[in-house]
């Protein structure tokens, strides 16, 4: 019992608690909340997106992230740091491990899918370096560059993409991803999201303030129409399940909750250490950055250009095709651009480093393989995979695809297994004394009953509804 779990063997676990903080609203911020978030919101609405998104927010992103802290730092107690491990601790049961596949699996492919993006974000702020993306005032050539970057037209071979960049592009962004993987959870993960993340506010904070204060369109519309197409509630999409559908999925995505990830990253936490204030920190710095940056820069920049079809960007083409006019707009744009770029990607990594980490532990851990092997391994896959997409995807449809199935409907039914993990196996009761060691103020008893009951059945309800209406 006294053996040291496999983690600490090989040195493993987090530098400092702001440092955790840190990783995991590193993992939580990303592209989800700049770009796939303004995305959903215009996709379902505006203003309507917004009730269920804050009420999944409170009934199931902030209780299921709780869950998964007090679950990670359990198993990680008991020596496992990959979901079938800990599943296993809380369920001993040989169905355990078969039960936490979803949560290899999920970030595994979303990485396959995300890193491409991070390597879009990479190439944009390039192209602001270099002025290649000052296109001037025509709202069509930031379309067209867009495609020809992502090689959405029909020219859309492969090497031709973004002038032959992209994938050199994919490539520096997978290497820079592998490198501080391989140096570890706190040398690599811990100390590049404790730069990246203040840089990263800092950024989007200049950048926000230059759009709140942009001046008005030729047509007259003014940001404050854009910030009200965003903030004016429209009771008619609460009716729509799959509004709901997509809040929770947003919700899932945004706070990296239902993924397998939280889990691997509160694993390295020590017993003592606090999961319930760290966890509501890094779920409200989350929510900082997603409504206050992300909700405030893209969707009032947008609507300024592109009106009421806001909505038909696609859930990623938000913030490439609209953004880039805007930066056209402004004085010292491509200053402006490159920044905001500069951000995304800062943001993505800080993301798709906690997409990787929990297939590396599962790699240790099943298969007792070294961490250079791990990462070797998972590099090839994803290398692979990521090669896949790129290869048959012209422009968005893949990732759109990958989203919609993984990113919105695959998390939820993970987000299902853990909420009946937690409440029904763990059990309320242990998982609140598990909380409550180490922390200043307990998980709210209501929260343990919405888990044990209301998290699931609502799940299930969502899950059953909206394939039933809109598949
Ligand atoms: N939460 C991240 C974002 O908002 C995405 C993410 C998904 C991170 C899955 C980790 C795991 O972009």
Same mark, same amino acid.
């Given at each position: 019992v006294n053996e040291a779990t496999p983690a600490q063997k090989i040195g493993e676990g987090w530098g400092s608690r702001i440092g955790v903080i840190l990783a995991v609203a590193g993992s939580a911020v990303g592209l989800g909340n700049f770009l796939r978030f303004p995305g959903q919101a215009a996709q379902n609405g505006g203003g309507a997106f917004m009730?269920?998104?804050?009420?999944?927010?409170?009934?199931?992103?902030?209780?299921?992230?709780?869950?998964? #802290?007090?679950?990670?730092?359990?198993?990680?107690?008991?020596?496992?740091?990959?979901?079938?491990?800990?599943?296993?601790?809380? #369920? +001993?049961?040989?169905?355990?491990?078969?039960?936490?596949?979803?949560?290899?699996?999920?970030?595994?492919?979303?990485?396959?899918?995300?890193?491409?993006?991070?390597? #879009?974000? $990479?190439?944009?702020?390039?192209?602001y370096l270099t002025g290649d993306l000052m296109l001037g005032s025509d709202p069509q050539a930031y379309g067209a560059f867009f495609d020809k970057f992502v090689g959405a037209g029909e020219d859309g071979a492969l090497l031709k993409r973004g002038g032959g960049?992209?994938?050199?592009?994919?490539?520096?962004?997978?290497?820079l991803n592998f490198i501080l993987i391989y140096r570890g959870v706190a040398r690599g993960i811990e100390t590049f999201c404790k730069v990246a993340i203040p840089a990263m506010a800092i950024c989007a904070l200049i950048v926000l303030t230059r759009v709140l204060t942009l001046p008005p369109d030729d047509s007259g519309r003014t940001i404050l129409d854009g910030l009200g197409f965003m903030w004016n509630p429209d009771f008619k999409a609460l009716a729509k399940p799959s509004t709901w559908l997509a809040a929770s999925g947003q919700i899932f995505f945004s706070l990296s909750v239902g993924f397998g990830v939280i889990i691997n990253y509160s694993s390295y936490l020590k017993r003592k250490d606090d999961v319930v204030l760290s966890g509501l920190t890094a779920s409200s710095m989350n929510e900082f950055f997603e409504v206050c940056l992300g909700g405030l820069i893209t969707i009032p920049a947008a609507f300024l250009f592109l009106g009421a079809t806001v909505g038909d960007q696609g859930t990623?083409?938000?913030?490439?095709?609209?953004? +880039?006019?805007?930066?056209?707009?402004?004085?010292?744009?491509?200053?402006?651009?490159?920044?905001?770029?500069?951000?995304?990607?800062?943001?993505?990594?800080?993301?798709? $480093?906690s997409m990787l980490q929990p297939v590396i532990a599962f790699f240790e851990e099943g298969f007792d393989l070294p961490r250079p092997a791990?990462?070797?391994?998972?590099?090839?896959?994803?290398?692979?995979?990521?090669?896949?997409?790129?290869?048959?995807?012209?422009?968005?449809?893949?990732?759109?695809?990958f989203d919609f199935w993984i990113g919105t409907t695959l998390i939820v039914i993970l987000a299902l297994i853990q909420s009946i993990l937690y409440g029904w196996k763990l059990g309320i009761d242990r998982g609140a004394k598990i909380a409550a060691e180490g922390a200043k103020f307990p998980i709210p008893r209501l929260v343990q009953y919405l888990l044990k009951y209301f998290v699931p059945t609502y799940l299930i309800v969502i899950l059953a509804v909206s394939g039933y209406k809109d598949l």
């Open positions: 009730i269920p998104y804050f009420i999944s927010l409170l009934v199931l992103g902030i209780p299921l992230c709780w869950a998964e #802290w007090v679950m990670g730092r359990h198993g990680g107690s008991r020596g496992f740091n990959s979901a079938p491990g800990i599943f296993s601790v809380i #369920w +001993p049961h040989r169905l355990s491990k078969y039960l936490a596949m979803p949560a290899l699996l999920i970030p595994l492919v979303i990485y396959m899918y995300y890193v491409v993006i991070e390597a #879009w974000c $990479l190439g944009y702020a390039w192209s960049n992209l994938m050199w592009l994919v490539v520096i962004t997978f290497v990623f083409g938000l913030g490439f095709n609209a953004l +880039p006019n805007v930066f056209a707009e402004m004085p010292a744009g491509r200053f402006f651009g490159f920044l905001w770029f500069f951000m995304l990607f800062l943001a993505a990594i800080t993301s798709s $480093l791990s990462a070797s391994l998972l590099g090839l896959i994803s290398a692979l995979g990521s090669g896949f997409i790129l290869y048959f995807s012209k422009g968005m449809v893949a990732l759109d695809t």
